[in-house]
């Protein structure tokens, strides 16, 4: 008898621990979800970092903001985003009002070809996938016998990630003049999420998809791909190192931390060059538990989901690489800092290429590549299609540029649109091992710059711009950044970093020139009209 009472016991103790748990996980969240449905928990940085001066379900602009069709307008004086910070004394807005800026140095459309996608063929596409999510959210409701009031999901054809898609043509990803951008980025700062789920290359990993639909291999980082409200997709990237941490000088490049303000910076600066060719990216404090765990379908992803020792809701990457809880991110205790990039258009509407980066670095421990060993590498490049007759060469010494102001020593692949050609612009994805040491300029990242001795003249008009005082690059970052939800994104020390790397590029072109004569060395980008000229533009070296 004593045994069986004992029995009963424990069973009554397990019992009262699985209604407890329950309790807790699952019944209380969503009853603290219903009282308080739309409030930020307490201590949420929301409050202290976004300018609202007034309480309310969404995000108010700060109280000097324009109007949206003022800000609109004031898009193709001062970039995106400027109107909230730039003023009278604005160095952002100036630089954007220079000559060098201005919509009618941009070319214009000339025909069909030139937009990436056609509105019409793009738009019955996006509805059917709307249908089909339509669809597939209906039957997972009734699988957990759950019901739902919300109505089904309609397209917009004015949402801006559409219009972001539309927009996109040959000469970047976004124009100039377009407000779309500013749009965007508000959207995916404040739109609630309706799913999240891996990313495919992620899924690959785990073969639950076509690995032959992936661009390129994943890392050995976390991301995740969050869906809104409006039906549009980001890439979420969380923050897994602070601010003012430097990656460890012992540390390979292919090892390196990802980061989220790194992403984020990436952005503003491709912006600031006049490159476009950086997806529009914005930092968002996002509530794991609301936002990820209780929206995504991936049993997988819910599975990873748990408690720290310190109340904080955590989850890891479930792959071949980091599947452990000490590489986990966490909340404090439900918010967390991460980037969120918009997402291009899918690979069936818009095909992409991938390419080897022909100065690729070594992924091992010890080996060398070519390029490495041998200072006349480039003259074997030149020899080869479609860098012997195209601006592909000119278009890689931009990305060198780019990647060697945010310190990148990972771009072992680009990708272009297929529909461009070989004259496309390259596509600057995947910068999180950016901005992770600032005390050093691994110089080796310029060698399609020093090796090949060219650069395109509107490319080095907009160097020597930012270089002066009245634009000076750190400054206008600095004020661009501003913008961002998560600000500061970028320590100082990182900022002044910009203008030296500037100047050393600035003195790399300079030696060419001496030695190869200026007009071997400054070259015109024939998708492009010439820029104007040096004296025009009042540039000094």
């Known amino acids: ?29 969503q009853v603290r979800r219903q009282l308080r449905p739309r409030e930020h928990p307490p201590g949420c940085p929301c409050a202290r970092r976004a300018a609202t001066p007034a309480p309310g379900p969404a995000p108010a602009p700060a109280p000097a903001s324009p109007a949206p069709r003022a800000a609109a307008r004031n898009f193709s004086r001062a970039g995106p985003g400027t109107e909230r910070r730039g003023g009278r004394g604005s160095k952002l807005q100036a630089l954007f009002a220079h000559p060098l800026y201005r919509d009618p140095q941009e070319p214009p459309l000339l025909g069909p070809e030139d937009p990436l996608l ?51 043509s040959r000469r970047g990803l976004y124009s100039r003049s377009s407000p779309v951008v500013s749009q965007l980025l508000q959207d995916m700062r404040r739109f609630p999420t309706i799913s999240a ?9 785990l073969g639950a998809c076509d690995c032959t639909q992936i661009v390129k291999p ?95 809701v955590c989850f890891f990457a479930k792959c071949p690489y980091m599947c452990k809880t000490e590489y986990a991110v966490c ?64 278009n890689i010494i931009d990305m060198a540029i780019f990647d060697f102001l945010i310190g990148n020593m990972d771009r072992h692949h680009y990708e272009m649109f297929t529909k ?35 650069i395109k003249k509107k490319t080095l008009l907009h160097l020597q711009l930012l270089a002066q005082a009245d634009y000076r690059l750190s400054d206008v970052m600095r004020e661009s950044l501003l913008e961002d939800q998560l600000s500061p994104v970028l320590t100082e020390p990182h900022l002044l970093a910009l203008d030296r790397r500037l100047q050393i590029i600035l003195q790399t072109v300079e030696g060419c020139v001496e030695v190869h004569g200026e007009q071997n060395v400054i070259a015109l980008d024939s998708a492009e009209q010439s820029a104007p000229d040096s004296s025009q533009a009042n540039l000094t070296s």
């Not at 004593?2 to 209380?28: K, N």
């Not at 789920?197 to 990993?205: P, T």
């Not at 600031?272 to 529009?280: A, K, M, Q, S, Y």
């Open 197 to 205: 789920d891996y990313s495919q290359d992620e899924k690959a990993l």
């Open 1 to 29: 008898m004593p045994g069986l009472r004992r029995d009963r016991l424990l069973t009554l103790l397990l019992l009262g621990a699985l209604l407890s748990a329950d309790l807790y996980f699952h019944l209380w969240p």
């Open 331 to 394: 909340g404090n205790p439900h918010l967390l800092e991460g980037s969120l990039s918009a997402f291009l258009p899918s690979l069936n509407l818009a095909p992409r290429l991938s390419v080897p980066n022909p100065w690729i670095r070594s992924y091992s421990l010890a080996g060398k590549e070519e390029w490495e060993v041998n200072p006349l590498y480039c003259d074997t490049v030149k020899q080869i299609y479609p860098y012997n007759s195209s601006n592909r060469l000119l």
């Open 118 to 168: 056609a509105s019409q063929e793009a738009l019955r596409y996006y509805r059917r996938k709307v249908a089909r999510w339509n669809r597939r959210h209906k039957m997972y409701k009734e699988q957990l016998n759950l019901t739902s009031l919300d109505a089904p999901l309609q397209l917009r054809q004015e949402a801006s990630w559409v219009q972001f898609h539309l927009g996109i």
């Open 218 to 312: 994943s890392g050995v980082h976390l991301k995740l791909v969050l869906r809104f409200s409006d039906f549009g997709k980001a890439m979420f990237k969380p923050m897994r190192q602070q601010r003012d941490e430097e990656t460890p000088e012992d540390f390979f490049y292919f090892i390196d931390f990802q980061r989220h303000n790194a992403e984020i910076a990436a952005f503003h600066l491709d912006r600031i060059l006049d490159f476009r060719r950086v997806p529009p990216t914005v930092g968002r404090l996002v509530n794991v538990t609301k936002e990820i765990l209780e929206v995504t379908k991936n049993e997988i992803l819910q599975s990873v989901f748990f408690v720290s020792p310190a109340s904080n």
């Open 420 to 454: 461009f050609g070989d004259d496309g612009f390259l596509i600057h994805l995947d910068n999180a091992r950016g901005f992770g040491r600032h005390s050093q300029d691994e110089l080796s990242i310029l060698s399609p710059l020093s090796q090949c001795c060219r």
